[in-house]
């Protein structure tokens, strides 16, 4: 069984900041794409940042400058370090990954780890 384990979520000042963790675990040949997203309430979920298995990085507009994403892939994490955090970044956040496992290449999702800006 393959899952995707996120931790880090919290409660956070404007301006302050939060690293989110995610790791795949199970049986896994290759992991290609990692990535997050998130999701505030009533709204669709986005994609904050994704990085590919060469490390190249993609990033929303609104993310830009204050997050960076980050894999280890020896062991199959993905990092999204926030810094600048702002209350228009309250969701939660939800990691993703493409990957191939005995399942065959598949979409996984985490649970989702909350993220609340507020003073």
């Known amino acids: 069984q393959v899952q995707l384990v996120e931790s880090g979520g919290g409660l956070v000042q404007p301006g302050g900041s939060l690293r989110l963790s995610c790791a795949a675990s199970?049986?896994?040949?290759?992991?290609?794409?990692m990535g997050w997203y998130r999701q505030a309430p009533g709204k669709q979920r986005d994609l904050v940042a994704a990085?590919?298995?060469?490390?190249?990085?993609n990033y929303a507009d609104s993310v830009k400058g204050r997050f960076t994403i980050s894999r280890d892939n020896s062991k199959n994490t993905v990092y999204l370090q926030m810094n600048s955090l702002k209350p228009e970044d309250t969701a939660v956040y939800y990691c993703?990954?493409?990957?191939?496992?005995?399942?065959?290449?598949?979409?996984?999702w985490g649970q989702g780890t909350q993220v609340t800006v507020s003073s």
């Open positions: 993703n990954s493409y990957l191939n496992s005995p399942f065959g290449p598949k979409n996984y």
């Open positions: 990085i590919t298995s060469g490390g190249t990085t």
């Open positions: 199970g049986t896994l040949f290759s992991i290609y794409d």
